[in-house]
């Protein structure tokens, strides 16, 4: 059996097989296509797989992690993202970015990636659920579907639910 490790980054996508029987490893890396990157993924795994001698049915376990998303926040780059959240909590991304004066100032003093959503796209709904995970006031789900349909018809593009 053979298992398949994909690391999808801003440049290049790694491969790496691994053969269960032997503990063969074989790696390969082609170039990401951030377009789409499923497409540099598939590409990588058939380059790898040809240096094996094996096809996509032989794969077993397929293993993912990428820093599209971490390199998409440092550059401020990607989709409009619109964020779901507690009603009353819409601006705690915001207030996390706030200054702090005083002997830490220049401990704290940190350039921080913008906020992944702009506060005219943070829409708060009426939920709440206490720290150990009991509902206290149930999802409006109507809410839900409205804040939804304004952020899409705004332009947002993909949505965050914190």
């Avoid at 994909?6 to 053969?19: K, R």
């Avoid at 959503?117 to 409006?140: F, K, N, Q």
Wanted: proline content about 6%; aromatic content about 6%; some cysteine.
């Amino acid at each position: 059996m053979y298992n398949v490790a994909v690391d999808v980054g801003g440049t290049f996508t790694d491969v790496l097989i691994f053969d269960e029987e032997t503990g063969g490893l074989t790696e390969g890396k082609v170039l990401s296509t951030p377009d789409d990157p499923s497409r540099g993924v598939v590409e990588g795994i058939e380059a790898v797989c040809g240096k094996v001698g094996i096809s996509f049915p032989d794969l077993h376990l397929f293993f993912h992690g990428t820093t599209v998303v971490t390199n998409m926040i440092l550059t401020n780059t990607g989709s409009r993202v619109g964020l779901l959240t507690t009603k009353g909590h819409e601006q705690i991304l915001h207030l996390a970015r706030a200054w702090t004066p005083g002997p830490l100032y220049g401990w704290m003093a940190l350039q921080k990636p913008g906020p992944p959503a702009d506060p005219t796209d943070t829409v708060g709904i009426s939920e709440r659920i206490t720290s150990d995970g009991a509902v206290l006031e149930e999802l409006d789900e109507d809410g839900v579907r409205d804040a939804v349909e304004r952020l899409v018809e705004r332009g947002v593009e993909s949505l965050a639910i914190g």
